[in-house]
C-alpha cells in the first residue's frame, strides 16, 4: 500500500543544478513582492525546504567501505558491481528467500520524496529520493506475528571496497529498527535521486532511508534484511554504545559526547552561512514522536 505519506512537494519542484538556483531567485523575488503567499502549498513548503544539488548529495558522502574521507566514496566505488543484486530476506517472514532487485521493482510503487537528512556529525542537506515504502517489501515477505525487530545488512565485498581493509568497522556494515518504525511511511528504500538511479557512492542499487534518524541509520546497497524478535547488533553501537545509541533519533537535546546536536550546517550553505537550528525528529515530530511516547529519549539515544 503505497503513497501513505502526502508529500508537498514532487521532483519537479526540486529541479536541481542550474534550475535550482533560477528558482531561489525567482522566490526570493516574490517573498519580497508578497506574491509567494498566493501560490500553492508545495511550492511554498519547498521555499523553505531547498534541495541540495546533485554534486553535493553525490560527492559529499559516508559510505566506509570506500574510505573514511567525504570524497572517497565517490572516487572509488565505481568499483562495485550492482548488477545482478539480491536481498535476502529471512527470519520471521513467510516466505524468506533471495529476492531480485528487478522482482522486487516489479511489486513496488515507485514515488518520489524529498526528505531533510541530517548527519550524527551535525551536517545536513535536503535530497530528493526515489523509491518505495519498506512496510510494502516486508509485507511481501508476510512479517509473523513474533517479529519485534528489521536487521539490514550492507554488501561486504572486500575485492570491490578498498576501505574494508581497514577495521574502522566490524564489517559487515549493520543496522536495525524496531518493527513499528520499519513499518512507518515515512521509512522508505530508495532506489533514485534526482529522478536518476542511485549512484554507488550513495548506495546503490537499494538503501534505506529513515529521515527522522542520524543517517548512520540509513544503510546503503542492503543485501539481507531479517525479521527478529531480538533487537539486532549495529555496527555504530557494536563500535562505540557510548556515542552512538540504537535508536538515534534525531535530537537536538541529546548532545553527542564529543559535539553539541543543537544546531547543524547545511552543506552547501557558503563558508560564512548561519548554523541552523536542529529539529527534532529532524522535522518529522508530527509523524513519528508517537513511536516513542513514555520513553526516555536521553536514555534511549
Not at 535476502?88 to 532487485?101: A, R
Not at 571496497?161 to 521509512?187: H, I, Q, S
Request: charged share 20%.
Amino acid at each position: 500500500m503505497a503513497r501513505r505519506w502526502t508529500n508537498d512537494l514532487t521532483l519537479a519542484d526540486a529541479t536541481p543544478e542550474a534550475a535550482f538556483w533560477n528558482r531561489r531567485q525567482i522566490m526570493a523575488g516574490l517573498a519580497g513582492s508578497g506574491l509567494a503567499a498566493a501560490l500553492g502549498t508545495g511550492v511554498r513548503a519547498e521555499a523553505a525546504l531547498e534541495t541540495n544539488t546533485w554534486e553535493e548529495v553525490t560527492n559529499y558522502c559516508n559510505f566506509y567501505e570506500f574510505g573514511t574521507g567525504k570524497g572517497e566514496p565517490s572516487k572509488y566505488a565505481d568499483r562495485m558491481t550492482t548488477t545482478p543484486w539480491s536481498v535476502k530476506i529471512d527470519g520471521l517472514v513467510d516466505k524468506p528467500g533471495e529476492y531480485s532487485f528487478e522482482q522486487i521493482l516489479g511489486e513496488m510503487t515507485l514515488e518520489e520524496r524529498i526528505y531533510r537528512f541530517r548527519c550524527v556529525e551535525a551536517w545536513s542537506m535536503v535530497v530528493p529520493w526515489q523509491g518505495f515504502e519498506l512496510a510494502d517489501l516486508l509485507n511481501l515477505a508476510g512479517v509473523q506475528d513474533g517479529a519485534k525487530y528489521v536487521a539490514f545488512e550492507t554488501l561486504y565485498r572486500p575485492s570491490e571496497m578498498p576501505g574494508t581493509a581497514y577495521k574502522v568497522l566490524d564489517w559487515p556494515y549493520r543496522e536495525g529498527l524496531r518493527l513499528d518504525e520499519a513499518m512507518n511511511p515515512l521509512t522508505m528504500m530508495a532506489t533514485g535521486i534526482f529522478g536518476k538511479p542511485l549512484p554507488n557512492q550513495n548506495g546503490a542499487p537499494l538503501r534505506l532511508v529513515v529521515p527522522w534518524k542520524y543517517g548512520f541509520k540509513s544503510i546503503k546497497s542492503v543485501v539481507r534484511i531479517t525479521l527478529t524478535d531480538q533487537e539486532p547488533p549495529t555496527s555504530w553501537n557494536m563500535a562505540n554504545g557510548r556515542e552512538y545509541g540504537f535508536y538515534s533519533n534525531v535530537n537536538p537535546d541529546v548532545s553527542h559526547p564529543r559535539w553539541s546536536q543543537a544546531s547543524e550546517r547545511r552543506i552547501g550553505g557558503g563558508l560564512f552561512a548561519k548554523r541552523q537550528p536542529t529539529r527534532m525528529f529532524n522535522g518529522y515530530g508530527n509523524e513519528v514522536a508517537a513511536l516513542y511516547d513514555g520513553m526516555d529519549l536521553a536514555q534511549h539515544f
